[in-house]
């Protein structure tokens, strides 16, 4: 691995273009930060006191990014040892207390970015003084050349997909060991 930022190839092309060509900004509230950073807030969000046995369940979730410019983050869930990391789900914490699983892997969270806005919101819904960040452009052109990808017309086939396939289960592993309100975003995103 060396220097590389993180042990997935995927996300260490994205932290290169977010570095590089997308350093002004390329999808609206998103900036990448220490992979896997202990401080990224999971204690705080989680509304618990930071232990030896909460910091060992923690370490499931490695979180790599800021996804709204208020402070809510991305962070990979490891639900098991799978050896691509890169298909791991991603979970969204927000700072307003909601919480769901928005994509399968991070080829889905890569289109997501593609839509460029932090609710995820089709062009045609944007307000007419909203405007694509300044390296949105160059970000398409590299989500196609390096995987072969294009926004999607709409986010909810992908959430939903990632919903449908990890929701539940993260719900219930959550509640292993956190208080039961903490999920109530989740479960109502799920309808469960």
């Known amino acids: 691995m060396g220097n590389a930022y993180s042990p997935i190839p995927e996300l260490n092309l994205l932290k290169e273009f977010h570095d590089g060509p997308g350093q002004a900004g390329f999808s609206a509230g998103f900036e990448m930060y220490e992979y896997g950073w202990r401080d990224a807030g999971l204690v705080q969000?989680?509304?618990?006191?930071?232990?030896?046995?909460?910091?060992?369940?923690?370490?499931?979730?490695?979180p790599f990014a800021q996804a709204?410019?208020?402070?809510?983050?991305?962070?990979?869930?490891?639900?098991?040892?799978?050896?691509?990391?890169?298909?791991?789900?991603?979970?969204?914490f927000g700072d307003?207390?909601?919480?769901?699983?928005?994509?399968?892997?991070?080829?889905?969270?890569?289109?997501?970015?593609?839509?460029?806005?932090?609710?995820?919101?089709?062009?045609?819904?944007w307000d007419d003084d909203d405007e694509h960040s300044v390296g949105h452009g160059e970000?398409?052109?590299w989500l196609k050349e390096r995987f072969g990808l294009t926004a999607p017309e709409?986010?909810?086939?992908?959430?939903?997909?990632?919903?449908d396939e990890y929701g539940l289960r993260?719900?219930?592993?959550?509640?292993?060991?956190?208080?039961?309100?903490?999920?109530?975003?989740?479960?109502?995103?799920?309808?469960?």
């Not at 509304?47 to 490695?62: F, K």
């Open 45 to 62: 969000w989680l509304d618990m006191t930071d232990s030896p046995e909460l910091r060992a369940r923690l370490d499931r979730l490695v």
């Open 139 to 141: 970000y398409l052109d």
């Open 170 to 192: 993260f719900m219930d592993w959550l509640l292993e060991f956190s208080p039961e309100y903490v999920v109530e975003a989740l479960r109502e995103n799920l309808g469960a």
């Open 96 to 125: 307003e207390g909601d919480l769901d699983v928005v994509a399968s892997g991070l080829r889905d969270l890569f289109r997501l970015l593609a839509i460029d806005d932090e609710c995820y919101l089709p062009e045609d819904e």
């Open 154 to 163: 709409a986010a909810d086939p992908i959430i939903d997909r990632a919903r």
């Open 68 to 92: 709204t410019g208020s402070g809510s983050f991305y962070a990979l869930w490891r639900c098991d040892d799978r050896a691509d990391l890169a298909t791991l789900p991603v979970v969204f």
